[in-house]
């Protein structure tokens, strides 16, 4: 029996399964590149959820490894190494790392100051990589190609966009599993009470230290995409409003859910992607809105923190957990 | 490096944690009493900066009547956010705060876009104030003097309102244990609404005193909040001496390390190196301090004390 989460949630993942067919079919190439920025946002703000949402810890600074993941592939790229294993190496070994640093030291704090640390942490990587004059500073730096893999040929777009959906697809079920697992178990106990998960004698600290690794290195393989798919880099990938970007998703589709990041990610990106390019035949209204686009967004989140605490796919979650009650 | 050099900077870095202060004030006891992090205090400093840019340039060159626009533009509009938006996010976590007051920094950087357009404005200092002024024969702009003076004499009031008068006692109260003072019959929400208007002014008072110095600009706020953060966090969430200290620390610190650490660097470095490291290592130079502090003391450096 399919409940309405399941149903919403594979029909979701096979439309995007279905999505290049059906652009192909109605000619519309740009709802590729579209799509492929739809995927890999999905991906970051899962790999975001991960902390956020089923570990409670509120990071602000995790554009900070979506921006490693960039840099990786353009700083290597820039010097001619194109072979896309060698820049995932390097993005992994790097962002894992920063990940292991950064996390020790942000997770000895909790609440408030955890939030500005991870953001301080994030602006700290952004002004570095703007005085990084060699790789273009703040103006960013164009890549010569997109990264290879073997055989696989990343130029084709389509080819691009399946390879985003494939990571999505086994982050999810990675995610599936290891939320259920013990590890996920412990993770979620911190949400609800961590001092009782520490008496209780679990090592509280290094299974919230894994979580927020495993949740970077998930951001470092969603930067990789993004620079592939712009074949630029630059510091605004990594940019504050970014990592509010991330958690807007999230939350937008709903907190510690599964499918809740991906269906955020559609959700903003398709907003304003409608909104910038909007035409309601009123050329002095659409001229505003395509203008200022920006503040109805920014109203939109004020309404969805204020009205919609649950998120859109979280709505479902909980409708249907009282139904089953 | 000459002494006088020297000294220019550290006054600069003092006017830069002066400004500071006035912002990380007004945050720091938000958060302390209600618990509620603001991030639109940022875009609260760039109104304030427009408000008085505009009647600036609308009363030829008046600074009374900016600050008589700025202020009371800025407490009014501060106001209006906590009633329609902060009150109802009061009792959620800081998450909610913090999406929520995201949403307001993306929308009023596009209505100042949308009304004064998105070049930036600019506001002249005012023409009593444009000589300098000899500091043991040191020449210094009378402007830059003037905002250091001016934050000095917010922050000494301020200890006077907080430490010696009883609003300033139901403040600290209301710091250490909103329930009991609620239950003793103070109006904790009128007290909320006091402290966000005074907060509100005094971010309204560094956009002021920062419009001559800086572009007023679409977004100017986002860069000097963050700052601001570093300032809270490092000096310890709630405590206003941490709040004073800990902006003049960043304030120096950020001054000083921009203007003599690549410099410095050259010396010991081989020169390509210095040059490329030099200014990444300067301007991260405030966030490795607050890595340092809470890596050292996770409650800041003056943590405010309960019970």
């Not at chain 2, 956009?207 to 600009?217: E, H, K, N, R, T």
């Amino acid at each position: 029996m399919a409940s309405a989460p399941r149903l919403v949630a594979v029909l979701l993942l096979a439309g995007l399964g279905l999505l290049p067919l059906l652009a192909e079919w109605l000619n519309e190439p740009f709802w590729v590149t579209l799509f492929t920025r739809v995927l890999i946002f999905a991906l970051a703000a899962s790999g975001l959820n991960l902390v956020l949402g089923f570990g409670a810890m509120v990071s602000f600074g995790h554009a900070m490894y979506i921006g490693i993941g960039a840099y990786a592939v353009g700083v290597l790229s820039f010097h001619g190494v194109d072979n896309g294993w060698w820049q995932l190496v390097a993005a992994l070994g790097v962002g894992g790392v920063v990940a292991l640093v950064v996390g020790a030291i942000c997770l000895r704090t909790s609440g408030m100051a955890f939030i500005m640390i991870t953001l301080a942490f994030a602006q700290m990587l952004f002004f570095l990589a703007v005085s990084l004059r060699d790789y273009g500073g703040d103006d960013g730096l164009r890549l010569n190609g997109r990264s290879h893999f073997g055989s696989l040929d990343l130029e084709n777009s389509v080819a691009l966009y399946y390879l985003a959906y494939a990571l999505l697809l086994a982050v999810l079920g990675l995610f599936a599993r290891l939320v259920q697992s013990r590890f996920g178990m412990v993770l979620r106990g911190c949400r609800s009470n961590a001092r009782r998960m520490a008496s209780l004698g679990f090592a509280t600290f290094r299974y919230r230290l894994s979580a927020y690794v495993i949740s970077a290195l998930v951001c470092v393989l969603a930067g990789m995409l993004l620079a592939n798919l712009a074949r630029f880099i630059s510091p605004s990938y990594m940019a504050w409003t970014v990592s509010g970007e991330l958690i807007v998703m999230t939350v937008l589709g709903g907190l510690g859910t599964l499918i809740g990041p991906v269906v955020g990610a559609a959700g903003l990106l398709l907003l304003e992607e409608a909104l910038s390019s909007l035409k309601l035949g009123l050329p002095w209204f659409d001229a505003l809105i395509n203008q200022h686009w920006l503040a109805l967004i920014g109203l939109f989140i004020v309404l969805v923190v204020l009205v919609l605490k649950q998120g859109l796919y979280g709505w479902l979650v909980a409708r249907e957990a009282q139904r089953s009650a | 490096m000459t002494t006088g050099l020297f000294l220019t900077q550290l006054l600069n870095g003092l006017q830069l944690g002066v400004l500071l202060f006035l912002l990380s004030a007004g945050l720091t006891l938000v958060f302390g009493i209600m618990d509620v992090v603001n991030l639109a205090h940022g875009s609260l400093y760039m109104m304030g900066a427009y408000f008085a840019a505009a009647a600036f340039n609308a009363f030829d060159g008046s600074f009374l009547a900016a600050a008589l626009v700025a202020i009371p533009g800025t407490l009014l509009l501060g106001l209006l956010i906590e009633r329609l938006v902060l009150r109802t996010l009061y009792r959620r976590d800081h998450l909610d705060q913090v999406l929520a007051t995201f949403g307001l920094i993306l929308f009023f950087n596009e209505v100042v876009r949308y009304v004064w357009g998105p070049a930036s404005v600019y506001m002249n200092t005012p023409k009593w104030l444009s000589g300098t002024v000899d500091l043991f024969g040191l020449p210094y702009p009378s402007y830059r003097f003037a905002i250091i003076a001016v934050g000095l004499a917010v922050g000494a009031a301020l200890y006077a309102v907080i430490h010696r008068t009883r609003v300033g006692m139901l403040i600290r109260a209301g710091a250490t244990n909103p329930q009991m003072v609620s239950a003793l019959g103070v109006n904790i929400n009128g007290l909320n609404t006091l402290v966000f208007a005074l907060g509100a002014a005094l971010a309204g008072l560094a956009g002021l005193m920062a419009g001559p110095i800086v572009s007023v600009q679409s977004g100017m706020g986002e860069p000097i909040l963050i700052l601001t953060l570093v300032v809270i966090v490092t000096g310890g969430i709630g405590s206003i001496r941490g709040a004073f200290y800990g902006a003049l620390i960043v304030g120096i610190v950020d001054t000083i390390g921009r203007a003599f650490l690549p410099g410095l660097l050259r010396e010991l470095l081989d020169r390509s190196v210095a040059q490329a490291v030099g200014p990444a290592i300067a301007s991260m130079l405030i966030y490795l301090l607050m890595a340092a502090v809470l890596a050292l003391k996770p409650q800041g450096l003056f943590p405010v004390k309960h019970g």
